[in-house]
């Protein structure tokens, strides 16, 4: 019934947004345009201090923007990089501005689409709708309360003085690539796939990894458009907002020196894509060296030639450019099955290698080239040592609501009734402070789905009862059900509850936005 509802909005809204004249986010680069990273804003003794507003409108070619504007002398620019140290402040200053941009489009989506908010609110209260906004700071390892990292409360409503987000980045918080985005139940696809999503990069990553030292650094945000964000249909990807086209169309542009290393920062903040990430030279992918996943630092460096980054995940490894311009080099993200009832994911050049030896890269950093110290003490540090407390099932699955009907999308502790999510429902999982959790995570599905857990990360222990390297992780992939006489594919993680400061109420969720949005999530409780 949603979806139907859903399908009817995205149509009113796609149909009066697009006689909107006022373009209020802005432009993006031509597709064959030099790759710049974002603005980097960066803290200043001990804090970063930042306004973002929340922005939309409408392009030539109807799609819909959504974009975290921020002003700088020389104009407007969207979402900017935010670069925190281990122990900074980070106080974020969001306004929703999104109605003064086509209030016709907005309107009609809060009045067809809204929903009411939870009984306790934080920020501007209200209905949940396309026109309001929050954020949610993925994978950062901060409190799940009001004015730091509560997406369950947490709404800014249009025309308001706008929220004040502010917490302390853990001194002990892995170096590494994270991201913003907004996360209200009910709309988060919608906004995500109009752009509004930005890096977060805590620094430090060369005192884990000296491997990165003294490299040019970039940092890659993949983003999603659909036209019409749950309508089946063409879609595009874009590199840092420039569009990716098949291998004879328009590209963008990777600047690289001959033979150079380069440190990649690669956040998928694409609404459902699995992105297998390669390098080709003349077609053939060529050996990464992955350095980091989800912003955790690997515990040893590993080489791969596909790294394959789930929607909302990150990868960080080193790319080494071509010897000469006379090599082809792409950036790939190669072909991907999500399954009978899944969108496939295909084969696109995300951007184009271009060797040259005066290619000074404007935009790049140098990591800094400070002496490596011992991991002496990450968040998580030993989780593998730890003896699990309590071990939960959980599984994904779908449900077809009759012939052509809508899906409903589950996620469910074994043992419990399926539902789709409510932002009023108690949580479906209670533990307490201390805790070290061994989670089996199944997908009953025929379709594949990215598991997702805000606070903390958690650590891999094995993919289909197999043993796997134990990375740290805060979204991973679990394919689909083959079908009658196959096995479910399976995910065993441990999930770490001993940092009192997450103690709260948070979710777990598929990260494909459309599921997420229909309700395949659910509240864990950590008391304190
Ligand atoms: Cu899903």
């Known amino acids: 019934m949603e979806t139907f509802f859903r399908y009817f909005l995205a149509v009113a809204a796609a149909a009066v947004a697009s006689t909107a004249a006022v373009a209020q986010c802005p432009a993006r680069p031509p597709a064959d345009a030099i790759v710049q990273d974002a603005l980097s804003i960066y803290s200043t003794n001990g804090v970063l201090k930042a306004g973002l507003a929340l922005g939309h409108s409408v392009d030539s070619n109807g799609y819909t923007h959504y974009c975290y504007q921020y002003p700088t002398p ?100 892995p170096p590494g690539l994270y991201w913003y985005h907004p996360h209200v139940h009910g709309f988060t696809e919608f906004q995500v796939n109009g752009g509004a999503a930005g890096a977060i990069v805590v620094q430090g990553m060369e005192k884990f990894r000296p491997e990165v030292a003294g490299l040019t650094e970039r940092v890659f945000t993949v983003r999603q458009q659909y036209l019409v964000p749950w309508i089946p249909g063409p879609y595009e990807l874009t590199l840092n907002y420039q569009t990716s086209n098949p291998f004879q169309g328009p590209s963008p542009h990777i600047e690289m020196q001959p033979s ?55 990868a960080e490894f080193i790319v080494q450019a071509p010897s000469t311009p006379d090599i082809s080099a792409f950036f790939v993200t190669t072909n991907y099955g999500t399954g009978p009832t899944g969108n496939a994911d295909i084969q696109l050049p995300l951007g184009t290698i271009e060797v040259s030896n005066n290619g000074a890269i404007q935009s790049g950093v140098k990591e800094s080239s400070a002496p490596a110290s011992p991991p002496n003490h990450l ?134 936005l459309l599921h997420e949005d229909l309700g395949m999530m659910h509240k864990i409780l950590v008391e304190p």
């Open 260 to 314: 150079e290393k380069q440190f990649w920062r690669v956040a998928n903040a694409t609404i459902q894509a699995f992105l297998p990430l390669q390098v080709w030279f003349n077609g053939t992918p060529q050996p990464l060296e992955l350095i980091a996943l989800d912003g955790y630092p690997l515990a040893k460096p590993r080489m791969e030639t596909t790294i394959l980054v789930p929607p909302a995940g990150r």
């Open 74 to 173: 020389t104009g407007v620019v969207e979402s900017p990089t935010l670069r925190v140290n281990p122990g900074d402040q980070l106080i974020l200053d969001v306004k929703d501005v999104i109605a003064d941009g086509s209030s016709k489009s907005t309107k009609a989506g809060s009045k067809m689409g809204a929903m009411s908010a939870p009984g306790a609110t934080c920020g501007d209260g209200g209905m949940m709708s396309l026109d309001a906004t929050n954020v949610h700071f993925h994978g950062l390892n901060v409190p799940p309360t009001c004015h730091q990292d509560d997406v369950i409360n947490t709404l800014i409503q249009p025309g308001t003085p706008g929220f004040q987000y502010s917490m302390t980045i853990p001194a002990d918080e």
């Open 379 to 512: 968040k998580f540090a030993g989780l593998k040592d730890q003896a699990p407390t309590t071990t939960r099932k959980l599984y994904f699955s779908e449900e077809f609501g009759g012939t052509n009907g809508p899906i409903q999308f589950y996620i469910t502790v074994d043992g419990q009734k399926q539902r789709v999510f409510e932002p009023n429902e108690k949580p479906v999982i209670t533990t307490k402070v201390g805790a070290v959790e061994d989670w089996t995570i199944e997908n009953r599905a025929l379709e594949t789905h990215a598991f997702h857990i805000h606070q903390i990360h958690f650590m891999m222990l094995e993919v289909d009862g197999q043993p796997v390297t134990n990375d740290m992780r805060d979204t991973i992939e679990i394919p689909f059900w083959e079908g009658v006489g196959h096995p479910y594919h399976s995910v065993k993680v441990r999930m770490d509850f001993r940092d009192p400061t997450i103690a709260g109420t948070f979710l777990f969720h598929c990260h494909i």
